[in-house]
């Protein structure tokens, strides 16, 4: 005990903010009572307009990304700081790949247009075989020259079983052509605008922690079936399959399940995190009947969790959309090991379901930030808190990322649940 007092009193003012914001946000996932409930906002691209940029300048300028988003921690004052790099600063990346399944600011969408994903069907109905017998060939001679300008000429590739031994060295031949140095030059130029985002977001977290806020970022992969619906086979694609051929889903789904493990774990070491981002989307209400979600969507997810969760990470599932009727099937996961973020599911009834099992986040909906009053957002926030936030296991966030909202209504859903979650609510 002497010697965390002695330890207390050596501490700087901001590494004792650190200290005391990261106990709040672990108290939470771990569904103790914090000493009041914990308060973040998905900054999206709120911080760029805010602070007079375009979201095309923050696209591509890191300076500006940077110059935006610390303005916007300093002055609402989260308990946790949303490291952007990973997420925004895609337009040199995006550009340089000729990235097809994208389109942003500055490419084909407006100077302040936020950027939309494009789904299609880039894997055929008749490729699953090939899917199964070698993911990465596939992924690397199929799919990416067809997300890709940049890496188009990769479908010459011969296969890689092709490259087996010191008697294959004619298949190199190829890596000579025109079109394939261009495309390694282009691979080149990406690798470099992608350490140059690690590098950004190195600094942007150092920053912070050197101001007193923990910063999310961490690792990250996707629900297998997602990875199948959003990537690959599109949603009019998957859907009907799962009427016409719903054996292969399944088959698909246990084949990707190992690459979204590998691919979560990994992101999450190299970033040093134990946090690992899930964002789940054909998984909800408006997709698929409940009968569908325990036949195709759950397992796999479950299997992934739980295969995070046992090597010591946190996964942080991001339910966009409605899952109110998943609620009774969500909650068979080990208690105080994960996050679930709630878009515009019941979070009260996401409370009763998950109160002893999981850390609940959200759901501040952007709608009310961006149309509301400051009052209509105070009387939210207390409801959340109130409820949701009563015996621990909660943490106040946006329902989604922000782009627009009134300056005025942010600070109220701050300043309010700071305040009233001080002053004794939801005890």
């Known amino acids: 005990m002497h010697q965390i007092i002695d ?56 300076d500006k990304m940077m110059e935006a988003q610390l303005k916007a921690v300093r ?31 500055g490419g084909q969408l407006g100077p302040d247009v936020p950027f939309q994903f494009v789904e299609g069907e880039y894997m055929k109905v008749d490729e699953y075989d090939h899917l199964f017998s070698d993911p990465m060939d596939f992924l690397i001679r199929k799919y990416w020259p067809r997300i890709s300008g940049t890496m188009k ?46 590098v ?76 690992v981002f899930i964002a789940l989307h054909k998984g909800l209400d408006g997709f698929m009947s409940l009968k569908q979600f325990e036949k195709f969507y759950w397992p796999t997810l479950k299997e992934l969790v739980l295969a995070l969760i046992k090597e010591d990470l946190t996964p942080y599932l991001f339910w966009e959309g409605n899952c109110t009727s998943r609620l009774p099937f969500i909650n068979d996961i080990p208690a105080g090991k994960a996050i679930y973020r709630f878009e515009s599911t019941d979070i009260f009834k996401a409370k009763d379901a998950l109160r002893d099992r999981v850390c609940i986040r959200g759901n501040v909906p952007i709608s009310l930030l961006a149309t509301g009053t400051p009052d209509d957002v105070k009387a939210y926030c207390k409801k959340l808190i109130d409820y949701v936030g009563e015996g621990g296991g909660y943490l106040m966030d946006t329902s989604a990322g922000v782009t627009d909202a009134k300056p005025e209504n942010l600070r109220a859903m701050f300043d309010f649940s700071r305040e009233y979650s001080e002053q004794g609510g939801a005890e």
């Open 200 to 275: 950004y977001s190195r600094r942007f977290y150092e920053t912070m922690r050197e101001e007193g806020f923990p910063t999310q970022g961490g690792g990250m992969c996707q629900a297998p079936f997602d990875l199948l619906g959003d990537v690959l086979r599109g949603t009019k694609g998957l859907m009907l399959d799962m009427y016409r051929r719903p054996e292969i889903v399944l088959k698909a789904v246990e084949k990707l399940l190992p690459l979204e493990i590998e691919r979560g774990v990994g992101t999450a070491k190299r970033s040093n995190s134990k946090l």
């Open 7 to 62: 330890r207390r009193k050596s501490m700087t003012k901001n590494e004792a903010l650190y200290e005391a914001r990261q106990k709040l946000i672990t108290d939470a996932v771990e569904l103790k009572v914090p000493d009041r409930v914990p308060v973040t906002a998905s900054f999206y691209f709120f911080p760029a307009r805010y602070y007079g940029y375009t979201i095309q300048e923050v696209m591509y300028d890191p």
């Open 153 to 198: 000429a990769f479908e010459n590739l011969p296969s890689f079983k092709n490259f087996t031994n010191f008697m294959s060295y004619g298949s190199f031949g190829m890596f000579a052509s025109p079109g394939m140095q261009q495309a390694l030059d282009g691979m080149k130029k990406a690798g470099q605008e992608a350490e140059r985002i690690g």
């Open 75 to 105: 002055e609402f004052q989260p308990d946790l700081a949303q490291n952007p790099y990973g997420l925004m600063f895609l337009g040199p990346i995006l550009e340089t790949l000729d990235f097809k399944q994208m389109q942003w600011a």
